[in-house]
């Protein structure tokens, strides 16, 4: 992953460099990581942009986006952006 500026960075999918935009970011002090959605804007069965949710460790000092693995942590993500959804409607 490079990162562009604070509204975009670059992925490798399939081989090859896709350009994302950022759309939101938030830290969680119960989990020391800082959250990052984008997307790649491709479009999902559902025929919306998918939207990808990942993690950098504070602590750890990572530049690399991690995948979310734990339950507790995906019912977090999915609590902030129902609050998202919330304030932007």
């Known amino acids: 992953m490079e990162i562009v500026n604070d509204e975009k960075f670059v992925i490798e999918k399939d081989g090859k460099e896709v350009e ?4 939101f970011t938030f ?3 119960d989990t020391n990581k ?8 491709s479009i999902g069965n559902n025929g919306r ?5 990942g993690a950098y460790d504070r602590l750890l000092g990572k530049e690399s986006l991690e995948e979310i693995k734990t339950e507790e942590e995906m019912k977090m993500v999915q609590e902030v952006l129902e609050q998202i959804d919330r304030e932007t409607n």
Do not use: P, Q, R
């Not at 994302?20 to 759309?23: A, G, N, R, V």
């Not at 800082?34 to 804007?41: E, K, L, N, R």
């Not at 942009?49 to 949710?53: C, G, P, T």
């Open 49 to 53: 942009k998918n939207i990808f949710v």
């Open 34 to 41: 800082i959250y990052v959605g984008y997307t790649d804007h």
């Open 20 to 23: 994302c935009d950022i759309l």
């Open 27 to 29: 830290e969680s002090d």
